[in-house]
């Protein structure tokens, strides 16, 4: 089941305009296996916004982040990239998101429901 905490990102503008205005975004650069985990991920880290982009549509976001292999996850963490993650292992990707995500307490932002 997909989560409602998930932005699926249509134009590289939209995916801009989050990095500029969240403390923390995962991006997944799609993969159909490990689709579960993600949406598990984004309904219990809802201070972090997960997005999904479609190397297909977005070519150019891909490039710029270098994206060689599906799947590829990318923490952009205070408008940088933080860190990335090659390939579908859970656990691994699971300690991705909780070292940046923020507690509970500290962003008064949240991801927001996606699109």
């Known amino acids: ?27 997944d650069f799609h993969a159909t296996a490990i689709a579960p985990t ?3 991920l ?3 880290f809802k201070t972090v916004t997960f997005t999904k982009v479609d190397v297909d ?6 490039k710029k982040y270098k994206v060689s292999a599906m799947p590829t996850f990318v923490v952009i963490k205070d408008k940088q990239e933080a860190e990335q ?9 699971r300690a991705l998101v909780k070292k940046y995500a923020p507690a509970a307490g500290e962003s008064s932002e949240a991801s927001g429901s996606g699109e």
């Open 38 to 40: 993600y949406s598990q």
């Open 57 to 62: 549509k977005l070519q150019s976001v891909a």
């Open 85 to 93: 993650l090659r390939g579908a292992d859970q656990r691994a990707l």
């Open 42 to 44: 984004a309904d219990e």
């Open 1 to 27: 089941m997909a989560s409602p905490w998930i932005r699926h990102i249509n134009k590289e503008s939209e995916l801009n305009q989050l990095i500029d205005t969240k403390p923390v975004v995962v991006i």
